[in-house]
């Protein structure tokens, strides 16, 4: 028996973040095409938006700790989805807000004629 065991290398563990980000955006682009849905899409634009922020950091930390033990292709990966993480939670949020101001234009609250 050994006495120090090798660390466990988790090699795939940007494969569970693209996928639940992949989730995300999937389950926000098919809201948005369902009418009349700007209450549940908001929300899940605001879930998804953080998820993929946690998702982004702790991408960001891996490529840190990655980085500072030299291995810079680990590093660069790491970065990378950091980045891309982090630019879909900023679209998710900008989809929201898109979807919300064009919801305003074509779909106004009051009845036809009731404003002056």
Partial sequence: MRAHEPPLVDRDWWAAHTLVASFGV???AMLVVVPGW???LH???TLAAFVNGVLSCHAAAR???AGRRREWRAAM???TLAAGLAAAS???LGLGRWVDHAG???LPL???GARP
């Fill in 104 to 106: 305003r234009d074509e």
């Fill in 110 to 112: 009051d009845p036809p």
């Fill in 63 to 65: 490529a840190f700790n």
């Fill in 26 to 28: 999937l389950v926000a």
């Fill in 43 to 45: 929300a899940w634009v």
């Fill in 38 to 40: 700007s209450a549940p």
């Fill in 77 to 79: 990966l790491g970065l």
């Fill in 90 to 92: 900023a679209g998710l």
